[in-house]
């Protein structure tokens, strides 16, 4: 299958093995994961964040029940919400997940938006998971026509080296463990190149002081909500 079907299918396994009731996708662009995600019936909340309110606008439509959806009511509610915004700003309504996925997104950020993306991630919304996939610049070399950059989009493209020294420091900071694993794999006899995508999967490491933390948080929106369906 081609490499971002690979990427929805690592965290849709994920869902099934970790079962998160609330699931944020940032950088979630025409909402195929959050499509995806919504059959799986352990979701009860699903949010998609994007800076480009058009390209969400494209497929939301797919996000809505359908018919039978309200003909066959099911035991659990779901709620998907999409808003416009950065990942570099603070917004409640980002509070509370348990899953966080930012597919493909980090390398698309600007100095300036990257070096907040930590503090908004980790250490505000800070869930119980965080799941990060970017480029392997190592493997660039193996695919046709790449000069510099996969697309000319990406500030960056990362070895496996800068990416997991990033998250390591990271994880220590906001008191997460990480692991590095990826999707795409390298041609018999050119293994050493790694993933064609770097995936960094973070764990919190000590349950959430829930009521304490939230009462620190700020309250004020920074979002536009775009979307919402409740089923
Ligand atoms: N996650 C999707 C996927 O894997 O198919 C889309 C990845 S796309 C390459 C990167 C997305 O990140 C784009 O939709 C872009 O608009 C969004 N993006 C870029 N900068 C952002 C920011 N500061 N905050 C939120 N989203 C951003």
Redo the contacts with the bound molecule.
Sequence with gaps: PPL?KQ??QFIKDLVGKYKPKKVA??????C??LWMLKFCSCIEVLAG????AS??KEKMHRLSPLPGDYLQPTERSLTVTLHH????HKDPCMLGFDLV?????I????QS?LKK?PEVVFGFMSPSMVVI?TPNSEFNPLLPGVTLFR?S?HKFEWTRAQFQSWALETARHYGYSVEFTGVGHPPKGMENVGFCTQIGVFVRKYPQASEFAQSEKPTEAAYKTVFRAVY
Excluded: Q, W
């Design positions: 971002y990427r929805y996708d940032l950088g979630c662009a025409d195929t994961l964040l994007d800076i480009c390209i969400m915004g950065s990942v570099a996925t930012c597919i493909e997104l390398e698309h950020l600007e938006e993306f996939s697309h989009d």
